[in-house]
């Protein structure tokens, strides 16, 4: 196995030259390619039987748009969360729940330029998917900079999902919901071509433009 410098360094190369890649995108291109991504969400058997979905405020450019896919989670009846950087704890992200698309369309900016809720709203906290009378996530939409075709995911260097998606899994006897990654076609690599760590958590699902990337669970039909 690579040593850790190996790894951290390798990893810094390739999110490098994907995010030069991405920043070449034109918005067009990625809107098109976020569209296409969303219809194969919304068909999924995955997300069709869900209840608790998570799904992240994407960024002004440089990976999926979800802005349609979000107000379609609330217009299908889900019970949504997205992410919320807590500034006080490093490393530490919480999923606060979206009520309606109005509490949607008034989130303010947050880290990166990123729309994020308060942690309270109207006077009250908001439900946070962590407490321990929350209901059990089904799936987390998560975004990262590359991925491959082992399912391997690289993220943004952060480790905010990591740490979420341990300390969910301590909460709830080792379960953690389904793991359903976004990516643009330019994101997508040859199995093995991320570079993982012992401790790297792979994704459980793939969705790109052309269809979605599964395990040996099934989780549903690709046209990758």
Avoid at 11 to 22: E, G, N, P, T, Y
Avoid at 130 to 151: K, T
Wanted: include cysteine; glycine fraction near 8%; hydrophobic fraction near 35%.
């Amino acid at each position: 196995m690579a040593s850790v410098a190996s790894l951290q360094s390798n990893k810094k190369a390739l999110r490098k030259a994907i995010s030069a890649v991405l920043r070449s995108l034109s918005p067009s291109d990625i809107q098109a390619q976020s569209s296409a991504i969303t219809r194969h969400i919304l068909t999924s058997p995955f997300f069709q039987s869900s209840k608790n979905v998570s799904c992240y405020l994407s960024m002004p450019t440089g990976e999926v748009d979800t802005s349609s896919l979000i107000e379609e989670i609330l217009r299908h009846g889900k019970t949504l969360f997205v992410p919320k950087i807590d500034v006080t704890t490093d490393g530490k992200m919480d999923f606060l729940r979206i009520h309606d698309e109005d509490d949607l369309n008034s989130l303010p900016s947050g880290v990166w330029d990123i729309k994020e809720p308060h942690y309270e709203r109207q006077g009250k906290p908001r439900s946070n998917a962590l407490e321990p009378s929350a209901e059990p996530l089904d799936l987390i939409l998560l975004p990262g900079v590359a991925f491959d075709r082992s399912l391997s995911r690289l993220g943004h260097g952060k480790g905010y999902y990591d740490r979420f998606i341990n300390t969910y899994a301590s909460l709830h006897g080792g379960r953690t919901p389904l793991l359903v990654a976004l990516a643009l076609r330019e994101q997508i690599l040859e199995a093995g071509e991320v570079p993982m760590g012992e401790y790297d958590r792979k994704v459980d699902v793939i969705v790109g433009p052309d269809g979605i990337l599964q395990g040996q669970s099934g989780a549903g039909p690709s046209s990758e």
